[in-house]
């Protein structure tokens, strides 16, 4: 059983493109969280979503826009890619938002790896 | 805002060699601790957190991990590595400030296990 699945696993595209990236989860988890993984491996979150409402948005520019549907999927849609866009995209859930508990462990995807020539 | 330290970016070690991975944070307050694996084309999977009480805690595969306060570290150790331990190694920090989760991981340790 997959616990956190993304589609597509890879992803290749010309600049200017607009693509997206499904994320869905099977653990009845309340949060879902976006990580953008660059090529020196640095995994930084983009996007945290807590029952389809937005909670962190780390300054990611606007052409990434999230989308969550109900609390089991966080599709992620960038406009206009840019070659500084590729990397690997993966997607989390956790049960707890707040932090501060034994429930507070992410869930990660498999990752989308997203290539822009 | 916090901040993870790796210092070995990349371990090379022959099978059944002891192995400590180096991490050290920089948050004010209390934090949750973790480890997380990703072995080669997988995804990232937990292997051990602190978040209260022993600060010694045991994770899967024979690692475990101590918290140091003072010293604000979350050093990894195995005492004897097997091949199958090649992977990438992420150590990472939740403040546990009661507000959202804002998990915040380290560069990574590519580690090399040789047979």
């Known amino acids: 059983d997959t616990a956190v699945s993304q589609t597509p696993k890879y992803l290749v595209t010309q600049m200017g493109n607009d693509k997206s990236i499904k994320c869905e989860q099977n653990?009845?988890?309340?949060?879902m969280y976006w990580y953008k993984q660059d090529s020196k491996k640095f995994l930084k979150i983009m996007f945290s979503y807590n029952n389809k409402e937005l909670i962190i948005n780390e300054t990611v520019p606007n052409r990434f826009s999230p989308k969550s549907p109900d609390k089991a999927h966080l599709n992620l849609h960038i406009n206009s890619l840019e070659l500084g866009d590729s990397a690997v995209y993966f997607c989390?859930?956790?049960?707890?938002?707040?932090?501060?508990?034994?429930?507070?462990?992410?869930?990660f995807g498999p990752g989308t790896r997203l290539t822009v020539l | 805002a916090q901040s993870v330290s790796q210092h070995n970016h990349h371990v090379i070690l022959s099978e059944a060699a002891s192995l400590e991975l180096g991490c050290n944070y920089s948050?004010?307050?209390?934090?949750?601790l973790f480890w997380y694996v990703q072995y080669p084309g997988q995804h990232l999977q937990l292997l051990l957190k602190?978040?209260?009480?022993?600060?010694l805690v045991k994770g899967i595969k024979g690692f475990e991990a101590e918290f140091i306060k003072s010293k604000f570290s979350f050093n990894l150790r195995k005492p004897s590595v097997q091949w199958s331990d090649t992977a990438e190694y992420f150590c990472?920090?939740?403040?546990?400030?009661?507000?959202?989760?804002?998990?915040?991981f380290g560069i990574g340790t590519k580690l090399q296990v040789i047979p």
């Open positions: 653990l009845g988890h309340d949060t």
């Open positions: 602190y978040f209260s009480g022993d600060p």
């Open positions: 989390a859930s956790s049960q707890a938002r707040i932090a501060g508990g034994p429930t507070d462990t992410q869930y």
């Open positions: 948050y004010g307050g209390t934090v949750n």
């Open positions: 990472a920090v939740n403040p546990n400030s009661g507000g959202y989760q804002k998990v915040t």
